[in-house]
């Protein structure tokens, strides 16, 4: 039978390394992988990423702008990475979107957060649903260049904190309307970052097609 996603990740933490302590760790070793292609970096960064512990004792400090609005708070960038923390305060989330030519690896490190991939539909300018899925706290995953994705908290009450590692380094983007259109646009970080408090949805669709999904 296959691993689930979480045995995985279990699998993955307990490999004989050493648990990451601190984000100021995390950050020194992820400026030292190097690697010639996509495939072997994505391996490497998540195998760092999975050994942070995770602690809120220590992201905390790095959180400056608070937790009241949807923020990114940029973390790290050099020639070959972005890391930043991705601040979800309950029931918003981020516009349909891309990474453009960057890979995605994400871990949560508070509460729980919903994904919803899309791809491209019978007409050049539609997208269609792919898959829905959604992370708990210690959850890890990755996204390929160029995936329209749209990533959501869905509790009432609770704030959902995640890591979020960019490689080659988050340059552009692209912002998709529901009818899937694109629109190249620069990174935002901080409180001023664009979100939505509806789930992105297809002309159509429901207001809010991942109730059934809500975390209460």
Known sequence: MPLSRREMNAREANDG????ETLAELMFLLTLVTYS????AEGKF?????RYRGDASDWSKHCTAGYE???RQFLLQNDK???ILLIFPPRQGNLLHDHGSSS??????????????????PLPEHLQ???????????????????????????????????VLYFPPLTS????TNSGQQQEVQPIFGAAAPTVHNLHRLDGENEDDAEENSIT
């Open 17 to 20: 390394e050493e648990e990451i």
């Open 37 to 40: 292609d996509l495939a072997e």
């Open 46 to 50: 998540r195998r760092l990423m999975q």
């Open 69 to 71: 609005f949807y923020n």
């Open 81 to 83: 990475i972005s890391l």
């Open 104 to 121: 995605c690896i994400f871990k949560v490190l508070q509460g729980a957060l919903f994904e919803r991939y899309y791809r491209p539909g």
């Open 129 to 163: 649903r792919r898959v829905e899925i959604t992370y708990a706290q210690g959850d890890l995953n990755a996204s390929a260049t160029n995936t329209p994705h749209c990533v959501r908290n869905l509790s009432s009450t609770e704030t959902a904190v995640s890591a």
């Open 173 to 176: 983007c692209h912002i998709y």
